[in-house]
C-alpha cells in the first residue's frame, strides 16, 4: 500500500516556465488537497477537492490550478512559474475530508530562479 | 490572517521533561482540532486529534488539553524522548473543508 505518492521529489525552475506537480493516492480517499511549506508559516492551503470533478480554492490559490479528473490523482499545475512560489509542496488526502485524519506525501521541493 | 496562532517556535526540553505547545483560534466554526509531527524530509504525519466536546485526550505520552472558552488547545508530551525530536504543527477545521494549521514548533529533546 503506497499510500500518497508525489514525484518529482526536487524541481528547479526558471521564472515564467510551467510545471505540473504530481499527486496520487491509492487509498479511495475522496479528499485531496495541496499545501505549501514555508519557513515561519506553517502549512497553507492552495486548493482541494472532495471528489473527482469538484475543486475549490484554499488559502493561497493564485499561480495554481488544480483539475481532478479521477479519484486517485490530483496534480498541481504551475502556469508561469515565480520566485515566490519557492516552497515545499505537500499533498494529502482523506476519506471523507472535514475532521478526519490526512494523509500527507512526503513533498517536493520547488526551487524558482 | 493566522486563523491558529502557536507557541513557541522552538523549544529545548531535557530527556524526560514535560514538552509544552500551546495554539489558539478564534474562529468558533472549528470543531476538529488536531496535532501533526513532522521529520525533517518528511511529509506531517497525525499524532493526535480532539473535538470540541471533550477538554482532554490522552494517546500514550501525549496529551491534548483543550479550553473551549478561552479557544486554546495544547499538547503536552510527558517524558520526552530525544526520538520526539521534530516540528509539531497544530491545526483546526470546520465544516468547510479547509484545515488551517499553525506556524509549527520545532522541538529539540536533549539526551
Known sequence: NAGVTQTPKFQVLKTGQSMT???AQDMNHEYMSWYRQDP?????LIHYSVGAGITDQGE????????????????????????????VYFCAS??????????????TQLSVL | Q???????QSLIVQKGGI???????????????????QFPGKGPALLIAIRP????????RFTISFNKSAKQFSLH???????????????????????YFGTGTSLTVIP
Request: hydrophobic residues 30%; charged residues 20%; proline residues 6%.
Open chain 1, 21 to 23: 506537480l504530481q499527486c
Open chain 1, 40 to 44: 515561519g508559516m506553517g502549512l497553507r
Open chain 1, 60 to 87: 493561497v490559490p493564485n499561480g495554481y490550478n488544480v483539475s481532478r479528473s479521477t479519484t486517485e490523482d490530483f496534480p498541481l499545475r504551475l502556469l508561469s512559474a515565480a520566485p515566490s512560489q519557492t516552497s
Open chain 1, 94 to 107: 482523506s476519506y471523507r475530508g472535514r475532521s478526519e485524519k490526512l494523509f500527507f506525501g512526503s513533498g
Open chain 2, 2 to 8: 493566522q486563523q491558529v496562532k502557536q507557541s513557541p
Open chain 2, 19 to 37: 514538552s509544552i505547545i500551546n495554539c489558539a483560534y478564534e474562529n468558533t466554526a472549528f470543531d476538529y482540532f488536531p496535532w501533526y509531527q
Open chain 2, 53 to 60: 466536546d471533550v477538554s482532554e485526550k490522552k494517546e500514550g
Open chain 2, 77 to 99: 508530551i510527558m517524558d520526552s524522548q530525544p526520538g520526539d525530536s521534530a516540528t509539531y504543527f497544530c491545526a483546526a477545521s470546520s465544516a468547510g473543508n479547509q484545515f
